[in-house]
């Protein structure tokens, strides 16, 4: 059994596997080299080899228990045909969203435009290194999506005024991004991706009034959909206001938290497995103060399954050796 499936399928508290959101990527001098020569991100995504060595380098660095592909959530609004670009010190900007456009794109056409994906997943998942460890394949959750594909750019603390003022578009918007994610998951599991994490990294930003429509019932199909295809299946809700309700609605096999939840709450309140908390910033610290704050996650879960991780995506300027002091710690614990 793989490290994640213990947890994940067999709810075992003796073992604690550790991964990290965003382990391939700029806090590593080897990922940084190959950067410098693609300075287009999507194609960086889009090509084979070098997607498949960025996704195995954290991996053979620090004997992580799991992959996560190097791809990006914007891959979905790429493969519908919408322009995505990643500029430096801004991040994400989008192209207009066009109904007409991409209301014609059929499956056919999004597989082939991002088939390079899959093909890394392919590649990874049959490497000897991943024999016995997990491949996790990910998906924006919808929310997430509809809020980069409308607004164009990451948001700021808060969505625009007239955000849901065209509710045809929206509504529109929102079932092609579902049709769409399901047939982008079930072609990373059928090239080897064993766990699939569903981020919604914009989850914080809605009023709970607005949960069910677009937070509630979309996460539930597709975490329904994965269950059917027999594949665990993580939710990362980040800063929704409650998550033991999001727990009790949705029934994921895991839950990502951030680190703005009281993890003491999290283990009184949640019955299923936990993933994460810890906060980026104690990687900045000192060894110390690392030690420290992740034993105290690791004490607080001691007897519930638990997945290490942090709350949100490692930082760029991470020192690689505390990130390799992180995994020790977990290890050893
Ligand atoms: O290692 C991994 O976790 C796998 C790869 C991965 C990336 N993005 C690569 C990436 C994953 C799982 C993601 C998910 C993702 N992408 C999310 C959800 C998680 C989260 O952070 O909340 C979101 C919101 C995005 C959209 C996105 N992609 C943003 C906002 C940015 C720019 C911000 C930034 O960190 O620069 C990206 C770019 C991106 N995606 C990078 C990487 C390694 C940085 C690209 C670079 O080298 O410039």
Redesign the pocket.
Known sequence: MKPLDKILISNDTSYNPIW???????YLPE??EI?KKNPN?IN??LNVNLSSEI?LQ?VQRFDLDAA???????MLPYGLGQEVK?I?NF??KLGKLSLNDIDKINEIDFVQKIEPVYKAIKKVSSEPIQKNKNTIG?V?APW?LLV?MINQK?PKKNLKKNFFKNEFYINRTLSIIEKFLKIHIKNQIDNGANVI?I?D??AGLLDERHYSKYIYTPTQNLVNYVKSLNIPVIC?P?EIKNYKKFCEIIKPDAISIDYNVDPKEIVKTIKIPVQGGLDPKILLTDKETLKKEASKYLDIFKDHPYIFNLG??VL?ETDPNMFEYLVKTVKDY
């Open positions: 990290i959101m965003r382990q391939a990527g700029r990922f940084r950067r991100f960086l995504c996704t954290p996560i592909i190097f791809s990006d959530i914007l990643f430096k991040g994400p990910f924006g997430t980069y990451s994490q981020f990294s914009w990362f980040r949100h995506g760029p």
